[in-house]
């Protein structure tokens, strides 16, 4: 394996890209990095702010003057990493379903992508990372060492994200969660800039029935034979 590879793990909502690239990272001593806290946060940002998220240009002028602060974990309560902006803390606010409604939204828009890719390409070309969103091997980082596209059917990707909603005890809605999923799927699709898909060159893994392990151990055994 050569010196600062890099490596793209992309897929739909809840398929455990980030449980799994978090893994794989640690084993390889790696930077775990989400590109999707990014568009969460600024999806916060908008709604604390009371933007219209119909609004474009207001959304992406708040992507370009927002600086999002990710950094080690400070409290050991399940978070991988702390999400910061300014001096709020908004690790957990960033997952609850208010901003998973408005998300997809903000995250169709060109000028917040162009912001948000920019810095996530900056991130990325320091390599030894594992960089996990939709987009990171077609569009963010496309000479990427290894790209995964990790996919799994929309019920087994709804019930995933139940279990992790009510583990940590917010309410939960099975076939809302359901609903959510195929519909963040749809807009993600189908989104002109950027839309979710995996790059010719992606290795596609479907983890429905797979253990998480078993999805780790496959990664891993493919960037030991990375170039
Ligand atoms: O991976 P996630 O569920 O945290 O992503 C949140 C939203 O951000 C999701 O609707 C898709 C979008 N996203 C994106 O468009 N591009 C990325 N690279 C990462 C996330």
Redesign the pocket.
Known sequence: MKQRSIIAVDGP?ASG?STVAQIVARKLGYLYF????M??AITWAAMENLIDMADEQAATLLAEQTTIEVQAASVDDGRPCDVLIGNTDITWEIRKPAVEAN??KI?SYKGVRASLTAQQRKIGLRGNVVMV????GTV?LPDADLKIYLDASPQERARRRYQELVSRGDAANFEEILAGVIE?DRI?SNRAV?PLRAAPDAIVINSSEMAIDEVVDAIITLAEKMP
């Open positions: 909502a890209k989400d590109t999707g806290l568009y969460r998300v997809s995250a969103g939709r987009d990171i963010v963040r993600d950027a």
